[in-house]
């Protein structure tokens, strides 16, 4: 499997231009074909019965694309998969010495002091 692997990085730039290729040209076929508004209710009521031919080759090579498509972004998925990975934590990465508590800031009540009574407001200056 690595063997497949290291094969697949070095064709990585290839497999690109071909996904590229294979997406516009997805991307025409679909654009060629027929709308037929069934989506949102619209549409001709003649288009129920019309001729078919030219779209299920459409619908064909659009299906093939779309295969296509799909296996080559699976592919590409799986050769940039690095090594297998072992199921560490990244708290296990931390260092073992542990620190001390960063200093309050000046003008802050120390950690576990009870807070004072509130101020009293001031009066609007006119």
């Known amino acids: 499997m690595d063997a497949v692997r290291g094969f697949l990085h070095d064709w990585r730039v290839v497999l690109l231009i071909i996904h590229v290729g294979v997406t516009a040209a997805m991307i025409v076929v679909i654009l060629l074909q027929r709308s037929e508004g069934g989506g949102l209710g619209m549409g001709r009521t003649d288009a129920l019965f019309s001729v078919r031919g030219q ?11 779309a295969g296509i498509f799909f296996f080559l972004s699976l592919l590409m998925a799986w050769s940039v998969g690095g090594p297998a990975r072992s199921s560490t934590s990244i708290m296990d990465k931390l ?5 001390a508590p ?12 009870t807070p004072g009574p509130p101020a009293a407001p001031s009066a609007p200056n006119r």
């Open 95 to 99: 260092p073992a010495g542990t620190s």
């Open 102 to 113: 960063a200093a309050p800031a000046p003008g802050a009540p120390a950690p576990g002091a």
């Open 55 to 65: 779209a299920n080759v459409l619908s064909r090579m659009t299906a093939i694309f």
